[in-house]
RNA sequence: GCAGGGGUUCCCGAGUGGCCAAAGGGAUCAGACUGUAAAUCUGACGCGCAAGCUUCGGAGGUUCGAAUCCUCCCCCCUGCACCA
């Protein structure tokens, strides 16, 4: 019989991850009252989960550490209808081949964070298609339709915004979202004992509807939990770069990318971050924050932080490489670097290039740094170079050298012969090879 | 189907014959200041190094000139009707 850490909730509670539970204090004296099983649904709407998704997955994993077994869905049918919940506009919909790739790619992602072999608490990854695809509209609208009054649908505040909101509407697809959670629910409690679900807050309705229908299906009491939704000081949205998302993916977003996405933590952001995703403890995140207000200048939160993840996601391998790019990038110091290393942060991730010394000058530089990715247009370039914020070796280049990019890239500058180290604004890194 | 209201550059949202590549805000990018932070200030923000080119749901038309006017079409919203 495994035992259970009684202190989870309150934990969970002082990093701020709680944001609404079902039935009040009957939920903490639950989990202290044994082993239970809990869920939390993942739908594939892209190719591979973002941090976004991280503060639910990493729950998972709490729990299963405080002796919970936990179960990853993989929403391979909710994400063939799409969630409604609090979305301004309809959404698309993706054919069904491309939804189960999806679902597949992220059945391998979740995986990495719970552990499969651990006895009775071990993790199982499930796919609601497995319930729902087979079942018979006349069965769903009997068994689970029945059970839900549309007035009350109509009155939850996820999507409030799209039945009132003028312009904008609500199919009957997305409405019965709710209903195929729900069953979800009410399925795993069924197959699995499931009396837990977690989600963001976003999914609060979603969760309240699947207890009622337990309810009333199994005569099952079980039980909600939310996590709050991440946000930043500043307002704007948590997880996007100028890249775009930041994705957990290897192959969209780099180990260095992402280690370079926390280390840019605002200070307002940080502490409530090493709270929200790391696993050190309460007591060691205080420590740090203690240590950052009495130095000057840089705190340490944002490397803590920035290592803590990376390491978890990307494992030591991923850590090194990105710790190994920043440090050379960053400390401005080229001469530094080997031959050896230079191969190393092609292999490392640092976007990377390669040139044709007999086709240079065939385009200005505000072109080959677009084609390069390091802008999204030639006109940031030009600003960029009217201010002299376009940094190659070492050497700044102004507006006057965007036609003369073979002196740009001039052999006699190249770093070993070939490595030219391009910089753009203060952060941007390309690594150009010259052949 | 009928009536009414809409579709503007990433988002919100002005613009109703030339002064419009299109106000304003947000987001984003760059610079200064810093700590690869925040706030603030400055610049950029359809594409193009440039000459110039292409936009305001789509296709035509009127006009010297259209995001703005006309015709047809597509899509969205609201209400009504139909659902023998």
Not at 20 to 49: E, I, K, W
Not at 122 to 127: G, H, I, L, T
Not at 218 to 232: A, E, W
Not at 417 to 425: A, E, N
């Amino acid at each position: 019989m495994a035992t259970v850490d009684p202190g989870l909730l309150e934990d969970l509670q002082s990093r701020g991850l709680v944001s609404q539970t079902s039935g009040g204090d009957a939920l903490n004296d639950y989990l202290a009252g044994g082993s239970r099983t809990l869920y939390s649904g993942f739908d594939p709407t892209a190719d591979s989960l973002h941090i976004g998704h991280l503060v639910p997955l990493l729950a998972l994993k709490r729990f299963q550490r405080a002796g919970h077994k936990p179960i990853a869905l993989v929403g391979g049918a909710t994400g063939l209808v799409g969630d409604p919940s609090f979305k301004a506009q309809e959404r698309k919909l993706n054919t069904p081949d491309i939804v189960s790739g999806w679902a597949d790619k992220l059945k391998g992602q979740v995986s990495r964070f719970v552990d499969f072999d651990c006895g009775e608490t071990s993790a199982e990854v499930v796919n609601n298609l497995d319930w729902v695809g087979q079942m018979s509209v006349l069965d769903f609208l009997r068994d689970v339709g029945k059970h839900f009054a549309v007035n009350n649908m109509i009155s939850k505040e996820s999507v409030r915004q799209r039945i009132e909101r003028e312009g904008e509407g609500i199919s009957f697809t997305e409405f019965t979202y709710m209903l195929l959670q729900s069953l979800d629910f009410a399925e795993l409690y069924h197959r699995y004992d499931c009396t837990l679900q977690i989600g963001g807050s976003d999914q609060w309705g979603n969760i309240t509807g699947g207890i009622d229908l337990t309810r009333r299906l199994h005569g099952g009491q079980v039980y909600g939990l939310t996590l709050p939704l991440v946000t930043k000081a500043d307002g704007t949205k948590f997880g996007k770069t100028e890249s775009g998302t930041v994705w957990l993916d290897p192959a969209k977003t780099s180990p260095y990318a992402f280690y370079q996405f926390w280390l840019g933590t605002a200070d307002a952001d940080v502490y409530k971050f090493l709270r929200y995703f790391t696993f050190l403890s309460l007591e060691e995140i205080e420590r740090i924050e203690g240590e950052d207000r009495e130095r000057q200048g840089r705190p340490q939160a944002q490397s803590v932080l920035a290592r803590e993840m990376t390491r978890l996601i990307h494992g030591d391998g991923g850590l090194v490489a990105a710790e190994r790019i920043t440090e050379a990038l960053f400390s401005h110091d080229l001469s530094s670097l080997g031959g050896e290393d230079l191969e190393q942060l092609k292999l490392d991730g640092l976007p990377f290039s390669v040139l044709e010394r007999a086709s240079l000058g065939g385009e200005p530089l505000t072109q080959l740094l677009v084609d390069a990715g390091m802008a999204g247009s030639g006109k940031q370039v030009k600003d960029a170079l009217g201010r002299e914020a376009v940094v190659i070796n070492g050497v700044a280049r102004g507006a006057d050298d965007n036609l003369r990019v073979s002196e740009c890239f001039a052999a006699e500058a190249a770093l070993f012969g070939r490595f030219f180290i391009c910089r753009l604004g203060k952060k941007k890194y390309h690594l150009f090879e010259v052949r």
